[in-house]
């Protein structure tokens, strides 16, 4: 049993690899952790990365994800499916099952292709994916262009009462871009990438959503008018919830000045008012959760010209001292977003709260650690990242999945 | 010797390694260019002031005026040139920019020069050698010299470079040389509009807009036409050919519109009965062949400088 003391409430005991009814001191052996001036809370859920096995281990693996989520304090993430191999057969499921519990430290739940080999064409065997453990069901890195396919995917979904995440893109109005279109863009000479091919297919999102009563789910919201549109969708009713990475919330597109490819993001870095309009869709929680994004990439494809190179930076080890430091989000609401939201978004029930019966997933984080970001301290294969040198306050200090710790 | 004294005299401001953009650059910076470039073009002859220097042309995309331009200046300065050419290179096995930037910088080069498809590149590879790095166009983004030149030539036939009224016409969007000129032109207290069709024509970039061709003819001193990039176009910017020299062609009956006094510029490659007539583009308003001449004298200049600030 881990006994685990804390400010302001009882000792929190795990016990089983669950969170046990609060009992006084007995004489059975215990560990105990004291945490007092700490914050505990649930174990932190990143409901988006990128583990790129089976396929492109040279990226990244499940492993390496996994570790370097549990380094970043977070004890569950949620695979998406575009790796090397894509994820859209139970089988890809069942691989990314079987490897993360190999590994032994977050919890990985595998995110099912909607349609088969990301095509966007036919959907994928939704159901069995389902069956096998698909907690959800995304194309993500390439948008669903086909109406028709996402309007089926939203309605079959509702049988097996798992979301669909999309990633928003109007792939039409965005091909070879490179950052936000805007003056910055048209000042660098780089193809731009206008907020609006986000808020249109989120729009589309919504209405569909409207007409299947299935569950959209609208990943890395990065315009302003995406903000609004989700703003209203959950005020009509309608099924819609939404995610926002720490850079959207943090960082601008002024950063491409210098053309360094690790601020190259997919959707990309926006304007100072997008910015602040996530910030204020986080707060109010019409943006439900934060979720990184985390998208590895080898130092080789990283280090080419901006146009050359990939799109995608890691996430789950810098996303904790980045959020803490962010401004105009309550700490409840944070801590809500990177827990209890997410964990609702993906139907884990036993997860997301510190309730006795909950799953044993604990993060402690040290509020005050002032430390500096170097990649090449990083347990992820991938090493680019926008906070590269920043130096962050607050970060994990201990994370226990299931009761066991992580080191 | 005049120019060592104007170099000792007037270029201790000089403090750029690299030469990347005309963004970088001040008005009174700006101004030094063109004063030594002019002191250039009183020398009698070559003046070795760089022997023992090397100057490497790395032109990733083709060239035919930029890159001998370069080498001329540089030959005239007494400074060795190396010529890199993309398809008998190593880039066509697929080598990076970064190790190509690398071997470059072990052959013991002074200066790079770089043209690159992608905008940026010349900020890439100053982050990775040693060389003075100068900015030969990158994408859709800058073309330093080319601005340079261009108001080497307008202080030329105009007697001066402020308080002019300028017109950039047709392909803005995809111009690095309408970048630059747009930079340094407003730098210098220019007033410059953008001509061309909306889809050519990125509303962000700080100037005045029209789609009224033939009203800019009649109002503007300078008239700097740009060539359609279409290898830079992904699809459908304009109907076609024929409708685009119909609203933004300088045919010969538009030329007839130009005020009085008014020069005619174009940075080249020109395509003759597209965007240029050739009426237009031979006509006496026309100054693109002192365009051509005065590009030697500047890139004359910016070696000088650049070579002054490495040491």
């Known amino acids: 049993m881990i006994r685990i003391r804390r400010d302001g409430a009882d000792d929190l005991l795990l016990e089983g690899g669950r969170i046990a009814a609060a009992v006084p001191p007995s004489g059975a052996p215990e560990t105990v952790v004291d945490a007092r001036g700490l914050l505990v809370v649930p174990g932190l859920i990143d409901m988006h990365v990128h583990l790129r096995e089976p396929g492109r281990e040279d990226q990244e693996t499940i492993a390496t994800g996994a570790a370097a989520a549990a380094a970043g304090g977070f004890t569950s993430v949620a695979a998406m499916a575009n790796s090397g191999i894509p994820c859209d057969t139970a089988v890809g499921v069942v691989y990314v099952l079987a490897r993360a519990r190999e590994a032994g430290l977050a919890n990985v739940f595998p995110v099912g292709a909607v349609s088969k080999g990301l095509r966007g064409e036919e959907l994928a065997e939704l159901g069995r994916m389902a069956e096998a453990g698909a907690v959800a069901f995304s194309d993500d890195g390439r948008p669903v262009m086909n109406s028709e396919l996402m309007r089926r995917a939203l309605e079959y979904s509702k049988m097996l009462g798992k979301p669909i995440l999309s990633h928003c893109e109007d792939a039409g109005l965005t091909r070879g871009a490179l950052m936000n279109e805007g003056r910055v863009a048209a000042e660098l000479g780089l193809r731009g990438w206008p907020a609006e091919a986000e808020a249109i297919l989120a729009a589309r999102d919504v209405y569909l959503a409207a007409l299947t009563g299935g569950h959209v789910h609208i990943q890395h919201v990065s315009a302003r008018e995406t903000v609004e549109i989700v703003r209203r969708a959950k005020k009509m009713g309608i099924r819609v919830t939404a995610e926002a990475t720490p850079h959207h919330l943090t960082l601008t597109e002024e950063c491409l000045r210098g053309y360094e490819s690790r601020y190259k993001v997919n959707p990309p870095l926006r304007s100072k008012a997008d910015v602040e309009a996530v910030v204020e869709g986080v707060a109010d929680g019409t943006i439900d959760a934060i979720a990184t994004d985390h998208a590895p990439h080898t130092v080789e494809e990283k280090e080419q010209e901006l146009a050359a190179c990939p799109s995608g930076v890691v996430g789950l080890e810098t996303a904790l001292g980045v959020l803490l430091s962010v401004r105009g989000i309550p700490r409840e609401r944070l801590i809500d977003a990177l827990t209890a939201a997410p964990a609702r978004i993906l139907g884990l029930s036993a997860k997301g709260r510190l309730e006795p019966g909950a799953d044993a997933d604990v993060t402690v984080i040290d509020p005050r650690a002032v430390w500096t970001v170097d990649p090449s301290k990083f347990r992820s294969r991938g090493r680019s990242t926008p906070f590269e040198g920043m130096t962050l306050t607050g970060r994990a200090l201990r994370v226990f999945v299931g009761g066991r710790e992580c080191s | ?311």
């Open chain 2, 1 to 311: 010797m005049a120019l060592d004294a104007f170099l000792a005299s007037r270029c201790r401001a000089w403090t750029h390694r690299h030469l990347l953009g005309m963004k970088d650059l001040s008005r009174e910076e700006i101004l030094l260019v063109l004063s030594l470039a002019e002191e250039c073009a009183s020398l009698p002859g070559d003046i070795p002031l760089l022997r023992g220097c090397r100057l490497f042309n790395f032109f990733v995309e083709p060239s035919t005026r930029t890159k001998t331009s370069f080498s001329l200046a540089a030959r005239r300065l007494g400074a060795e040139v190396i010529d890199f050419s993309p398809s008998t290179s190593s880039l066509a096995k697929g080598e990076g920019l970064k190790d190509t930037a690398r071997t470059i910088e072990s052959m013991g080069v002074t200066f790079t020069v770089i043209r690159h498809g992608a905008s940026g590149a010349p900020w890439f590879l100053s982050r990775l050698v040693g060389s003075s790095v100068i900015n030969a166009g990158d994408g859709s983004h800058e073309h330093p010299t080319q601005a340079l030149l261009d108001l080497l030539t307008m202080k030329k036939r105009l007697g001066r470079v402020s308080g002019l009224k300028v017109a950039l016409v047709g392909d803005i969007a995809h111009s690095r040389v309408a970048r630059s000129n747009l930079w340094a032109l407003q730098k210098l207290g220019n007033e410059v509009t953008l001509v061309g069709p909306p889809t050519l024509v990125p509303r962000d970039l700080g100037a005045p807009v029209t789609w009224d061709f033939d009203r800019a003819l009649r109002e503007h001193d300078v008239i700097m036409m740009l060539r359609l990039q279409t290898e830079r176009m992904q699809g459908g910017l304009f109907p076609s050919t024929a409708e685009y020299i119909r609203f933004f062609g300088l045919t010969r009956e538009r030329l007839g519109l130009l005020r009085p006094g008014a020069i005619l510029m174009h940075p080249g490659p020109m395509i003759r009965g597209l965007e240029i007539s050739s009426e237009a583009a031979d006509s006496d308003r026309s100054v693109i062949l002192h365009q051509v001449a005065n590009g030697v004298l500047v890139r004359m200049a910016v070696l000088l400088l650049l070579s002054r600030a490495a040491r």
